[in-house]
């Protein structure tokens, strides 16, 4: 799935195309790869937030200087986001162990 894409184009066009592909009346026994067959649907929630893919960009969605393009650009941070909770859980372990 596309959960921590940074690209609203890509989350976009992969929306669009499993719009045009999703059946609700898929056959678990049909010739269909397994990814097709347990996927909700395009507008289904990807987190226990109950956000769908479009919606988790929009929240994570930030806009930066490069200046080596000199431009800004804009993206999802979510997966600097996840990082950093995984680095502070971590953290947090590693010193609740030295007490």
């Known amino acids: 799935m596309f959960k921590h894409a940074t690209s609203e184009k890509t989350i976009k066009a992969y929306v669009e195309a499993r719009r045009r592909d999703h059946r609700t009346d898929l056959n678990p026994t049909a010739n269909v790869p397994p990814w097709r067959r347990d996927f909700g649907g395009p507008d289904e929630p990807v987190n226990k937030g109950g956000e769908t893919l479009l919606k988790r960009y929009e929240s994570n969605?930030?806009?930066?200087?490069?200046?080596?393009?000199?431009?800004?650009?804009?993206?999802?941070?979510?997966?600097?986001?996840?990082?950093?909770?995984?680095?502070?859980?971590?953290?947090?372990?590693?010193?609740?162990?030295?007490?």
């Open 61 to 99: 969605e930030v806009v930066r200087y490069d200046p080596r393009s000199e431009k800004e650009l804009t993206y999802s941070n979510s997966y600097e986001a996840k990082r950093i909770e995984m680095i502070k859980t971590a953290l947090a372990e590693l010193t609740a162990k030295k007490r």
